[in-house]
């Protein structure tokens, strides 16, 4: 059976955070990723620092967002990160915005990440021994 | 042979649209993406004020991002918008971004909106009726 | 002695807060500054929602911000937010940005709002009853 | 008599810059100042990447803001730059954000620059020179 990494993390939602249709604009979805792949990052060792530190940037490549439900203003998220094995050098994660305030699911989503040296900003075809002796540690290793 | 609607729009770039890389964040084109909407809306009498006036919302119900190649500050980039032809209730575009100042493809990508009644807050199954003859006008039903 | 009223919340910051200088975009303490109002009305009752719920909107009309020391990415800082009595029909609040990681005092603002009657769209000129049993209620009429 | 340097940019209004009011948040006018602030620098020699390639940063250590009338999705405005001449090594502008469809001022503003050298990280207490080589070359210095 495969392991799953999985982080979540409470969002409230900003006035600043909606449109003119009195709902969270589509494009703050990728917010909400982010700030998932970040609670992820310090749950399990991985955050930007830790990779920039390794002397590595992970640039998105992809991102892609499914909205099921809308979200007003006042109501809080949920955002979930699980971590999708790869053999290849990328960092591919799935996403679950929760709606608490109503238990529903507001979107789902996916981005993929490309390690890119800080210094050569060239992208890696194999994935860093940082990261292969991160995944062996966490007993994910495809 | 089936016709295309295309538009072309010029976008300069923000230093607020950069992040701590030094490149335009990955989240701001789906910005960019709604200024050719936007454009491909005027060009052709598709706005989101002229498709409100007929009673509906267009929200956006799926996205997705592919990047090619980074934008820098100071750089300009085309926001090109495809009407994707489709048989069901949906507004589905490609995009192109190109940076004008290299001449490469930045970022490809796609938008699906759906209509929803303003009255009634429902999404509609079928396409409504001023949709199908915008389309006729334009010489574009599938 | 005057009572003065205040709340305080923590705010993550987020790579896409970052510009191209590595640090926190100035625009954005204004969303620091909304994060720290909304705590404010969640601690003391008078949230959007609940001054919504009474007739009005209350829109910034004037914003003021003092940078003192940036804000990196990683960093994570406290937003206060100070009720500023005053007798005419306006909210207005000081703020401090303090750099929890550092300490430091990252910025100052200040933001003053109006009531809106939702119906009317005039503004008050006279504090709305409402409002004034609030202050009555905190102890804090001026 | 003095010469006041101007520069004027019209600014589409996004979609994504409305907020659940239906007009433009009030954060968004830093975003139109920052417009106004590059188009003065296209149009007098003085952008960030000018300066930049000088060797400084130009962070703003203060803004503000006062609305005089919300902007709708769908309006245009045109943000006008003035520079205010001071003898102290600041860059300081007066906006003025304009509702071409209305022929209404939106809103005026502030903002506050120092110089940052870009290797000290230390900010400048007197005006660097190419500054006031510039100052004079437009015949404006104080």
Same mark, same amino acid.
């Given at each position: 059976m495969k392991k799953i990494l999985q982080s979540e993390i409470p969002i409230k939602i900003r006035? !600043?955070? @909606?449109d003119a249709m009195g709902?969270?604009?589509?494009?703050?979805y990728l917010r909400f990723f982010e700030d998932a792949r970040e609670a992820f990052g310090i749950k399990f060792g991985l955050t930007y620092l830790d990779v920039y530190n390794k002397g590595f940037f992970t640039p998105i490549v992809k991102s892609s967002v499914e909205h099921k439900s809308p979200i007003n203003y006042g109501e809080e998220v949920i955002a979930i990160a699980k971590l999708h094995p790869t053999p290849s050098a990328k960092i591919i994660f799935d996403f679950e915005i929760i709606n608490? !305030? @109503?238990?529903?699911?507001s979107a789902t989503g996916h981005t993929t990440q490309v390690f890119l040296g800080v210094e050569t900003r060239e992208m890696e075809l194999i994935k860093p021994s940082f990261y292969v002796e991160w995944e062996n540690k966490l007993g994910i290793k495809v």
């Open positions: 006035f !600043s955070d @909606t709902v969270v604009w589509h494009g703050n608490k !305030s @109503t238990g529903k699911l």
